[in-house]
């Protein structure tokens, strides 16, 4: 009998994903009077798409206002808990990104599956670019399919007046993903 | 040793090697060229010239749940073609790496697609054939390939990165899991990399870290000190990697420029502090490809009036922004390898941040 080929993985047996079936966050009827939280993670432009489309959720859609604006520190990795205990705290909603980058846009997802678990119902947003990584990432979270924002490649180079369009361009997009009018 | 010599031709049996390849590569296992399948006697082997607990965790991404132990680099070092001896190698470089706020964070994910710089000193290189010499950024010597492709190994397979999924490098370095070198310390003018970074002389040991890109001076044209050294200061400026407020890089030198220098009474220190000063571009130059300013985060863009950015503190007109942060250690690598046949060194520009340290080989 020959010797067995060893498995460099560390992973010969463990099951893929067993999918504990995230439960999202129940979605709100609507955003009227809710607390809108913004979470950018440093890339550049994300902080002012994340500001705009916050704007843009109390003006148009009635929300009572923006209650937590954070950056995440490293955005090569998940939110820590007390980060994301702050916005289960002081926030309805969360909206987060943009993933735009090989660590970022996978932790973004991540972020967006944590908000979940802990109540919120997230808009994540990430560059169509790395579609592939973020979804990977859904998948190693036990979330295969979770939902996020796509929107077109690149997103740092854009202009201030080029984010306030894309902002615009998004917003019915986030008003779907946290509310009871999300699509499949 | 070298692989079982007992063997005579007519026993090996190339047909079932050839499957075992096959199999391997049909596991998603291989980085594009053939493995040495690992089987328990061989990662045995492997173990016992460490001397480590194989159950000992020496990379931990918890952002994938992923962790690497000893036993998983031995089985990734055996894969990748190291002999058992190399071992001890591997895990100080990889500990090396470790010491990188990236390698534990999001470093192997990265669009830059950075390649880890591995450099060995002492008696271990002429114990295991470390290429030093000419050709030292390969190919052409087992340990200095195998044993970055090690490492390449224990990313793909421990941590579960892998190109077009979560490892998403745009086109990445050239030559990536595969620059490993041995310091010439034999023709070096300066006492060894690792004897700067604090270890004991004749030490064996292991310095690293992940490069964004590499480009090399040719200059065979001066015996000035300073206009060799203001060469490589016009190098290491250039913008096109320069992508953060402050940026680290490295050199490794040539003997010949190498002794150039320090005839001219130049130390390692010396040499940092002159390109400390120099390397770098006008805030003019910046302007014209968009890196004059940088914003909160420390990412350049373009400065005041252009796009939102906050003008940044180099936001000025005309001054010379330097690129290295400090003439500290940690931000500007200085190592010596090659043949002593002409003046070609190369420079490398940091991904991150270089620990500014070395880890010793150890052998039980």
């Known amino acids: 009998m020959p010797n067995a080929i060893l498995d460099p993985t560390g992973r010969a047996g463990v099951q893929k994903a067993a999918a504990p079936g995230l439960e999202l966050a ?3 009827r609507d955003l009227s009077g809710l607390r809108v939280g913004l979470m950018d993670n440093t890339k550049h432009n994300a902080a002012l798409l994340l500001g705009e489309i916050g704007k843009l959720l109390v003006t148009e859609h009635a929300a009572a206002a923006v209650t937590l604006a954070e950056t995440k520190a490293n955005f090569a990795a998940p939110a820590p808990a007390d980060l994301i205990g702050r916005y289960s705290q002081e926030c309805d909603v969360v909206l987060t990104g943009v993933g735009d980058c090989g660590s970022c846009s996978a932790s973004a997802v991540a972020d967006g599956i944590l908000f979940e678990q802990a109540g919120l119902p997230a808009a994540v947003i990430c560059s169509d670019a790395f579609v592939v990584t973020a979804d990977a990432m859904a998948e190693l979270r036990g979330a295969p399919g979770y939902h996020y924002i796509r929107t077109p490649h690149p997103v740092a180079v854009l202009t201030t007046d080029q984010v306030r369009e894309r902002a615009k361009q998004l917003l019915p997009d986030v008003v779907a993903a946290i509310t009871e009018h999300s699509g499949p | 040793m070298t692989a079982e010599q007992t063997e005579t031709e007519s026993e090996l049996d190339p047909d079932a090697a050839q499957t075992a390849i096959e ?3 049909a596991q998603g296992w291989s980085d594009g060229l053939p493995l040495v399948p690992a089987t328990r006697p061989l990662v045995a082997k492997f173990l016992a010239a460490a001397g480590r607990s194989p159950d000992e965790i020496i ?7 992923r962790t690497v132990t000893v036993e998983l680099a031995a089985i990734n070092a055996g894969m990748a073609g190291c002999l058992p001896e190399y071992f001890p190698v591997v895990l100080a470089a990889w500990d090396a790496l470790m010491r990188e706020r990236s390698t534990t964070g999001g470093g192997w994910q990265s669009t830059s697609g950075p390649a880890p710089l591995i450099i060995v000193n002492g008696p271990v290189r002429a114990e295991l ?3 030093s010499a000419g050709g030292v950024f390969g190919p052409g010597f087992r340990p200095n390939s195998t044993i970055p492709r090690a490492i390449g190994l224990m990313v793909r397979n421990a941590y579960g990165i892998h190109p077009h999924e979560l490892e998403q490098a745009t086109q990445g370095l050239p030559g990536r899991w595969s620059i490993c070198l041995g310091e010439n310390e034999e023709e070096s003018p300066w006492p060894p990399l ?8 004749g030490d064996s040991a292991v310095t690293a870290t992940l490069l964004r890109t ?12 300073e206009q060799l050294l203001a060469d490589f200061a016009d190098t290491i400026g250039r913008s096109g990697a320069w992508i953060f407020r402050h940026a680290g890089a490295g050199i490794v030198f040539c003997p010949e420029h190498a002794q150039l220098l320090a005839g001219a009474g130049f130390d390692r220190a010396a040499v940092r502090e002159f390109l400390a000063e120099r390397s770098g571009r006008s805030t003019a130059e910046l302007a014209a490809v968009g890196k004059d300013a940088s914003d909160d985060n420390g990412v350049r863009g373009p400065g005041r009036g252009s796009g939102g950015r906050p003008p940044g503190q180099h936001g000025g007109n005309g001054g010379f922004q330097r690129m290295l942060p400090s003439a500290d250690r940690q931000h500007l690598l200085i190592a010596v390898a090659g043949a002593r046949n002409a003046g070609i ?4 520009r940091l991904f991150g941040g270089w620990s500014g340290t070395a880890v010793p080989v150890i052998r039980p």
């Not at chain 2, 690792?194 to 002389?201: D, I, K, P, T």
């Not at chain 2, 590499?214 to 000190?225: I, K, Q, W």
């Not at chain 2, 060194?345 to 490398?348: L, N, R, W």
């Open chain 1, 26 to 28: 129940p979605r709100r």
């Open chain 2, 23 to 25: 199999y391997c590569y």
């Open chain 2, 59 to 65: 990379g931990r991404l918890p952002q994938l749940d």
């Open chain 2, 129 to 131: 054939g470390v290429n």
């Open chain 2, 194 to 201: 690792a004897v700067e970074a604090g270890l004991a002389a």
């Open chain 2, 214 to 225: 590499c480009e090399f001076v040719d200059n065979r044209h001066t015996g000035s000190a």
């Open chain 2, 345 to 348: 060194s190369m420079v490398v």
